[in-house]
């Protein structure tokens, strides 16, 4: 926890940090940084899903959970029924949870699951910060882990920092949209198979290259779509809907 003058201090550079950050890669470490500060393991900045959707790594914009995490939340289809998700679609307000309190209106069966799910990953409780992009669409910047509450100073902070965040990265996104990278057909096939789980072995096999070739296909996937790594690539790509 920063005391009232370390948090000034971190407000001030914060803001300065992002006012002069040049790709979402930046946002990215950023972010990790800040998780770090405030002894997070894990966040994520997320549009949020709409009725009937049932995918959430389609809606990540930029994270560092791991594909298995996203990979099984997915599979398990615990997204229809996410409790953190129907108040996000509701709520202005920060949302702090902890894991087996939050799953309590899930049925017998998902409330398992996703307990076992998150818990598995160290991720025990969190807050959520919905915020708005520059088209007013509205998503949520994320911090999980396993730590005390929040004090409200410490909410304030990330709030305003959330907010930010959100803000500069959908200005990047907008950017890409009028400019979206050309992607070569092997880099496709590579993104396409990392999107439906499967590993860069499975993909090598599938495509009959090595693995190597396949890691070479996500580096440079991952370099021109601006990602920080292969989920980020996935759903930068999902996005421009240059895979399905």
């Known amino acids: 926890m920063l005391d009232g003058t370390a948090t000034e201090d971190f407000v ?7 006012a002069n950050v040049k790709s979402a890669y930046e946002i990215f470490k950023f ?3 800040v998780a770090e500060s405030y002894d997070y393991s894990h966040f994520s900045v997320i549009y949020i899903p709409v009725f009937g959707e049932e995918q959430l790594r ?3 914009v930029l994270s560092n959970w791991q594909p298995e995490l996203l990979r099984a939340y997915d599979e398990m289809k615990l997204l229809s029924n996410s409790p953190i998700i129907k108040k996000l679609r509701k709520s202005h307000k920060p949302l ?3 894991l087996e309190k939050l799953n309590l209106e899930r049925s017998e069966t998902e409330l398992k699951n996703s307990v ?3 818990r598995s990953f160290d991720m025990h409780n969190g807050v959520y910060f919905p915020t708005y992009d520059i088209k007013g669409i509205k998503g949520a910047v994320s911090f999980a882990g396993k730590r005390a509450p929040l004090q409200m100073n410490e909410i304030a902070v990330l709030h305003i920092i959330s907010v930010f ?10 950017e890409e949209d009028g400019n979206g990278p050309s992607l070569t057909k092997r880099e496709l096939e590579c993104l396409s198979w990392s999107a439906q789980g499967k590993t860069n072995a499975e993909i090598s096999v599938i495509l009959s290259i090595s693995e190597n ?6 580096t440079s996937t991952c370099r021109k779509l601006d990602a920080s790594n292969k989920v980020h690539a996935v759903a930068q790509a999902l996005r421009l809907g240059l895979i399905k």
């Open 12 to 18: 001030c550079e914060s803001y300065e940090r992002l």
């Open 165 to 174: 965040v959100f803000k500069k990265l959908s200005i990047f996104l907008e």
């Open 31 to 33: 972010l990790r940084s």
């Open 116 to 118: 076992e799910l998150f």
């Open 213 to 218: 070739t396949v890691s070479g296909y996500i």
């Open 96 to 98: 702090e949870w902890e």
């Open 58 to 60: 389609r809606k990540i």
